[in-house]
C-alpha cells in the first residue's frame, strides 16, 4: 500500500512540475518560472560620435540575456569616460514585450 501511494505521490508530482515548468501558455514569452524575473534587451545605441555600441562584444558567447539593469551599468560606464549614448529598442520579459530608450544617460522602459 505505501508503494502505491508513493509512486502515485511522485507521478502526480512529476506531471505538476511538467505543467507549471515546461508548458508555455499561448502568446506568452517565458513563462516558464524560472524566467519571470529575467528579461531580454535587444538594444539599437550610437555613442554622441555616430559610432554604434555592441554590448554584446564584452560578454561571454551566447550570452544574451542582457536586463535593463546591466544596461544602465553599462551605460554608466561609457558616461564615466566621458561619452554620451543615445537610441532604445526593445525589452522582452514575462510581462511581455516593451520599448525602451535611453533619456540623458538613464534607460527608460515605455509603461513604467
Known sequence: ????LS???TSLLLIRMVVAGF???PGRFLSWPMFTRMSIVLPRLTLSEGT???IFSVR???AYTVGTGELQLMIDYLRDRGL?????????WAGGTSEFRVVTGRVVVDGD
Open 7 to 9: 509512486v502515485t505521490a
Open 60 to 62: 561571454a558567447p551566447g
Open 84 to 92: 554620451e549614448v543615445t537610441g532604445g529598442g526593445v525589452v522582452m
Open 52 to 54: 554604434a555600441v555592441n
Open 1 to 4: 500500500m505505501y508503494a502505491i
Open 23 to 25: 508548458l508555455q501558455r
